[in-house]
């Protein structure tokens, strides 16, 4: 009998699948960071407990191309600082991504809130323009022009804060409680420069960025780095204090109650 592609596969392709991901070479992207300061009372409102504020009010744009061969990827994400206990790092509010395949792993294991957009990263001399656009809007754009060579970083490890969780069959609360992430990243950079330009948010109802306003510029950069992750559930959080935050991860939070009829394509 011809192979049943969706028949189980065996543990010996199950690990060599895992072998072969683990030898990857690393993976380089260029992109636009832009760090600006925003009112403090914006960032506790957007932060699910048991998430706090830092003593800054900061919100990270990361824009970003990857050459992937045969499968350009672009991807990016707009994240507030916060702080989980004594671990600093960034809560990412919504991540676009221009292929699924990008959305899956991060989606459905560390519970990233991956969505389907358009993602842009141009740079014409010393002229850069970037911006994360969905449903025809671009809600972020970072625009301005190339200043100077920065000192290349030492490596340096970073940490997301992601809400894992499965809406709940019967269309209320959780199937399970959900869990807080630790998404720690090895990022390492061969090339950055500064640019000196502004940080443009337009009105979305899809994508809100528009609630955390640039107040002052910290730093706008434009790089190549390569990054690995590891995640790790840092500890499961109280359902009804999550509740009101899922709508973060949807257009509409209603989808989730959308599923088709039994039996249809």
Not at 213 to 225: A, S, Y
Not at 245 to 259: A, E, K, M, T, W
Request: proline share 9%; with cysteine.
């Amino acid at each position: 009998m011809a192979r049943v592609r969706y028949g189980a596969r065996s543990d010996a392709e199950a690990a060599a699948a895992r072998e072969r991901s683990a030898k990857l070479p690393d993976i380089w992207s260029t992109g636009v960071v832009a760090v600006w300061e925003t009112d403090p009372d914006v960032v506790a409102a957007v932060l699910p407990p048991p998430l706090k504020p830092t003593g800054r009010p900061l919100v990270r744009a990361n824009i970003s191309k990857v050459d992937l061969p045969g499968y350009p990827l672009g991807a990016g994400s707009v994240a507030v600082a916060a702080a989980h206990g004594d671990r600093e790092g960034w809560y990412p509010l919504v991540m676009p991504m221009t292929h699924e395949r990008a959305l899956i792993g991060g989606r459905e294991v560390f519970g990233e809130p991956k969505k389907l957009g358009e993602v842009k990263v141009e740079r014409d001399g010393l002229v850069v323009s970037a911006s994360l656009a969905r449903h025809g809007i671009a809600f972020v754009e970072v625009r301005g022009a190339v200043s100077g060579e920065l000192p290349v970083p030492a490596p340096a490890e970073k940490t997301d804060f992601y809400f894992k969780f499965l809406p709940g069959v019967d269309g209320t609360g959780f199937d399970a409680d959900p869990v807080l992430v630790h998404c720690v990243r090895n990022e390492k950079v061969r090339k950055l420069e500064g640019v000196t330009g502004d940080v443009v948010l337009r009105e979305s109802m899809y994508d809100p960025v528009a609630d955390l306003p640039v107040r002052r510029i910290v730093e706008i950069t434009i790089g190549e780095k390569t990054t690995d992750q590891k995640g790790t559930v840092a500890e499961r959080v109280s359902a009804q204090a999550l509740l009101p935050y899922i709508h973060q991860r949807y257009d509409d939070p209603l989808q989730i109650l959308d599923g088709p009829p039994e039996g249809s394509a």
